[in-house]
């Protein structure tokens, strides 16, 4: 099985403001496996930050 890749902006859309935080609706592909997450922040005083979390969650299909 090969790995599939797919970017998903969330600038701005579909990322939404909570109460809790931020909350984004990701689609998946059609496979079992699992997501890796990588994400990039940057502060309004021009400060950054970058993570990438590999096997973040578990696809069940």
Excluded: C
């Excluded at 990588?38 to 069940?60: K, L």
Aim: charged content about 25%; cysteine-free.
């Amino acid at each position: 099985m090969g790995v599939v890749q797919r970017r998903q902006d969330l600038d701005p859309d579909p990322a939404r403001k909570t109460a809790d935080g931020w909350q984004a609706t990701l689609h998946h592909p059609a496979i079992a496996g699992h997501a890796s997450l990588r994400t990039h922040a940057e502060g309004a005083d021009g400060n950054t930050v970058d993570q990438t979390t590999i096997r973040a969650y578990g696809i069940v299909r």
